[in-house]
């Protein structure tokens, strides 16, 4: 069975490096070993969240160390930020396949379908040893729903302001060795909500009204499917296809709204995956998780109301194709050793239907990455190292016929860069542990940073590598049913990658070193086995050394706190939850500025029957009528109802 599961293996694995590759979609759960530890680890278990009405962002902007930003309504595009680093900074992984590409500007969490979703981990300084690229300054590890022994199946329709409907079914069976599970979601908005228009004069606020968001509708269509089969007690073969389909409005910035502009995204994800226990030798566990994506986006804004002056009608493709085969040891009582070896290829290929000739050259990027890891227990002591070499080969150009001047650089580099994270715990007392961990991390600029992307993002073909050395160390109490937890953070950053606006137009520039210093305090407490109370504060400061010594980098403030309150009475459970953001910059020289802002957020859900649980929420109860980009407000006050059917 070893013998021919690895010459299955070697055959998949050999069909990365063919050039004429079927793209196809799937995933799968591991159990995730972390070379992090509990100060900056954040572990969610989605079962807290099934009679409530959020989002997958929504639940991550209220942990410690990250800051969500939001480019509008409940279907727009999002990007987060982990202990003051840019979204692309930040990898995304379901089921162990990466959801950023080369080509992208950070990963929009807004898709995800939360009631598909079993667990999310963020580890928020250094490494997750599975997932074979070099520390991250942060991993955002999301696993989908595990299918049980015995049949499951439920559905669910919410219904809210701006006339935002949202449908979910979800049906799981197990037939001896073979399992299935399939969900399905539907989300649409209007997206029309109200809010204070400056009229693009911030200084004069004589012009100021209160006008409705147009052009801001979003349908998103989201089925997942997952087989699993079980050959024997140790070999297990998972499969998992997800397919992302999201029409929208693209309504442009607050004083100068579009009525036509759309965007139309496509994102097929395929992933397989072999688990064996006892892989030739006794103790030696494998897995191999061939992978692969295709992504597609089509932005009209063929009346040039937005971006650049001109008209487009862009239809530009992203495929990804990895493999990845992870060796662990489990042999040895103080050692649990990790190899693991990736290749990954990612090619992008620009077209503009306006453009003649319309289709612009591809661009690609290989990887072929080797790392190994460890956990040595030493008693009382506890060490993670992980070391990596990441390989990276491009062939990149501009030749993109959106371009206003396209075809004039190209580049064929190729880097040998090594990484590597350290983390180390020691057990003071059985209730409280002191931690620490320091990494160093590089990230590459993507496709869009480099050549453009659509409407008035611009490219900039010299970016160099950023590259950064971080640390942080804490101390984790636990307490029968209290813990609390406290971390200080320092990164030093070189050439650090930021998008500065000027001009009308965005651009990413090496703003070259930054120095971002934080502190994050976290507690939790049951009490009278009903009500359960949470808070964390993050302090940060995110200074420029650079380009604008002494300035604050963008989007990053000081103060962020968040407070959640739950309690259970009977069939009754209500909850509150409060965010307080500082104010923070829109500008590199810091002269635009949003204010400090509270959001408050209530509901109460109502289990009916056995089967049936009805619920309700309130958001930003205090009407807050803010942005977090400039040219993009959010949405004020708003209602949502739900009824959901589990059995």
């Known amino acids: 069975m070893n013998f021919l599961l690895f010459i299955i293996l070697l055959f998949c694995s050999a069909s990365a490096f063919a050039d004429d590759v079927e793209l196809a979609p799937i995933v799968i759960s591991d159990s995730l070993k972390s070379t992090k530890t509990d100060t900056s680890t954040i572990q969610i278990s989605t079962k807290n969240y099934q009679n409530r009405i959020v989002t997958v962002p929504e639940v991550l902007a209220e942990q410690s160390g990250l800051h969500l930003t939001r480019y509008g309504g409940s279907e727009e595009s999002t990007s987060l930020s982990v202990r003051g680093s840019g979204s692309n900074e930040v990898g995304v992984y379901l089921d162990g396949i990466p959801l950023q590409t080369a080509n992208g500007l950070g990963v929009n969490l807004t898709p995800l379908d939360l009631n598909s979703i079993k667990s999310i981990a963020v580890y928020k300084n250094g490494a997750v040893s599975e997932d074979g690229f070099v520390p991250q300054t942060g991993v955002v590890w999301i696993e989908s729903k595990n299918i049980p022994g015995d049949t ?19 049906f799981s069976k197990k037939w001896k060795k073979f399992g299935l599970l399939l969900s ?22 004589a012009d100021d009204a209160t006008i409705r968001r147009i052009n ?10 997952k087989l699993s089969y079980d050959f024997d007690d140790k070999t297990e073969v998972v499969l998992l296809n997800r397919f992302v389909y999201q029409d929208r409005g693209i309504p442009g910035i607050t004083s100068n709204q579009s009525v036509h502009a759309g965007l139309t995204e496509k994102d097929y994800l395929f992933g397989l995956k072999v688990n064996r226990k006892d892989f030739f030798l006794k103790n030696l566990n494998f897995s191999n998780l061939i992978y692969q994506r295709f992504y597609q986006s089509q932005f009209d804004d063929s009346l040039a109301e937005i971006g650049l002056g001109r008209a487009q009608d862009n239809n530009d493709t992203s495929s990804v194709f990895g493999n990845k085969m992870v060796f662990d040891y489990v042999g040895f009582k103080t050692h649990a050793p990790q190899l693991f070896v990736l290749y990954q290829g990612e090619n992008f290929a620009p077209t503009n239907y306006l453009a003649s000739p319309q289709k612009g050259k591809e661009s690609s990027r290989y990887q072929f990455n080797v790392g190994l890891s460890d956990v040595w227990s030493l008693g009382k002591v506890v060490l993670k190292p992980h070391v990596s070499l990441m390989n990276t080969f491009n062939r990149l150009n501009n030749d993109d016929t959106s371009l206003p001047a396209p075809g004039g650089y190209e580049n064929a580099k190729s880097r040998h860069d090594v990484a590597g994270s350290l983390g180390v715990s020691y057990g003071v007392l059985s209730w409280m542990t002191l931690e620490g961990n320091v990494a160093r991390v590089l990230r590459q600029p993507t496709f869009s940073e480099l050549f453009g992307d659509r409407g008035g993002f611009v490219g900039n073909p010299s ?20 813990f609390a937890r406290t971390a200080y953070y320092e990164r030093r950053v070189d050439d650090l990658i930021q998008l500065q606006i000027g001009s009308g137009v965005v651009r990413a520039e090496n703003v070259g070193e930054a120095l971002l210093r934080g502190v994050e305090v976290q507690a939790g407490a049951t009490l ?10 993050t302090y940060q400061s995110a200074i420029d050394k650079a380009q604008y010594p002494g300035r604050t980098l963008v989007g990053r403030p000081k103060h962020e706190i968040n407070v959640q309150a739950d309690y259970k009475y009977k069939k009754i459970n ?13 500008d590199p020289l810091n002269t635009r500025v949003v204010t400090h802002r509270s959001f408050v957020n209530a509901g109460v859900s109502y289990e009916a029957t056995k089967n049936i649980t009805l619920g309700f929420e309130a958001k930003n109860l205090s009407d807050e009528k803010t942005v977090d980009v400039v040219g993009f407000p959010l949405p004020g006050r708003s209602f949502f109802g739900k009824i959901s059917f589990k059995k």
Do not use: C, M
């Open 216 to 225: 801001n509708e979003a349908n998103t269509y989201q089925p997942l499917l």
């Open 528 to 537: 009278f086995k009903s009500l359960t109370l949470g808070g964390n504060y």
């Open 184 to 205: 399905n979601s539907f989300h649409h908005t209007d997206g029309d909500f109200s809010f204070l228009d400056n009229n693009g004069t911030p200084v004069n606020t």
């Open 152 to 170: 499951h199946y439920g559905a669910s329709v919410e219904y809210g302001s701006f006339n935002t409907i949202k449908a979910n079914t979800l």
């Open 574 to 586: 209500p909850y509150v939850s409060f965010n307080y953001l500082d104010a923070n910059y829109l």
């Open 463 to 482: 970016l160099k590598a950023q590259k950064s050395l971080e640390w942080d160390a804490g101390v984790v109490l636990k307490r029968h049913k209290f």
